[in-house]
């Protein structure tokens, strides 16, 4: 909801403010006079900002155009970064929502490929957006009510392939500790990922754990025993240990 802002009773200011939830001790504080109706994405994506100390920001948020929409344009937000994208950031912006499961499956699937396309461009921030868009989509799988086992254990090796590769932009943007959690993810839904023990084991190798390095290719080589990259950097990591 829309709702103005104010300097208390029988006042209303120039600005506005968004909620996203229940706000019941707001009632009858401020006027609400309108609803999104287009780019919830938009409002998601800042909602799920991280914040510090006063409730600020972390990270820079920027209102690059603003105006009245043109009669006949296109409010769609989807494809808004020409990526061949067509699937809203998030599945509350869809017109509807289908109970299909293959549906879902074949989004989650194209969301992956465009952020292996990113990743490919060494676009990491963009891939990584695209990765977490692939995890939410995907978690709407479950609430579906034809989902069966076989399915389910299909999906989660599906969601442990993009934690994966989630994994592998936080590391290439520095960020170790996402990086790190992204790994424990993807390996809670599929243990025997070899490539997330393998971005495991290169985590762990930027943080200086030398240690839980070696672990960590150490079961990615019991299970990919003739991989040339594990082995290589098992080695480079064993020499560190000495």
């Not at 920027?62 to 929409?69: A, E, F, K, P, R």
């Not at 494809?79 to 989004?107: H, M, R």
């Not at 989660?156 to 932009?169: E, G």
Request: with cysteine; hydrophobic share 35%; proline share 2%.
């Amino acid at each position: 909801m829309l709702s103005m802002a104010n300097k208390g009773p029988d006042t209303n200011g120039s600005q506005f403010f968004i909620t996203t939830t229940r706000t019941s001790y707001l009632d009858g504080k401020h006027v609400a006079f309108g609803k999104v109706i287009k780019g919830m994405c938009v409002v998601r994506s800042v909602e799920h900002l991280n914040t510090k100390d006063g409730d600020l920001l972390t990270e820079e948020v920027v209102i690059s155009d603003c105006g009245q929409l043109p009669e006949r344009a296109d409010e769609r937000v989807c494809n808004f970064f020409k990526d061949c994208d067509v699937y809203p950031d998030w599945s509350v912006d869809l017109d509807t929502k289908p109970d299909d499961i293959s549906w879902w499956v074949t989004d989650v699937g194209a969301i992956k490929a465009i952020g292996n396309q990113q990743f490919k461009k060494q676009d990491y921030k963009m891939a990584l957006r695209k990765y977490r868009k692939a995890l939410r989509y995907v978690d709407i799988c479950w609430e579906l009510e034809e989902i069966d086992e076989e399915a389910s254990s299909s999906l989660r090796k599906t969601k442990s392939h993009i934690f994966t590769n989630s994994s592998a932009c936080r590391l290439k943007l520095g960020d170790l500790d996402g990086a790190l959690l992204d790994t424990d993810f993807a390996l809670h839904d599929w243990e025997d990922n070899v490539k997330a023990l393998f971005r495991q084991g290169q985590t762990y190798m930027a943080l200086n754990d030398i240690d839980a390095t070696v672990e960590s290719f150490k079961k990615a080589l019991e299970l990919e025993p003739n991989d040339g990259g594990i082995k290589k950097e098992l080695l480079v990591a064993k020499k560190k240990d000495i």
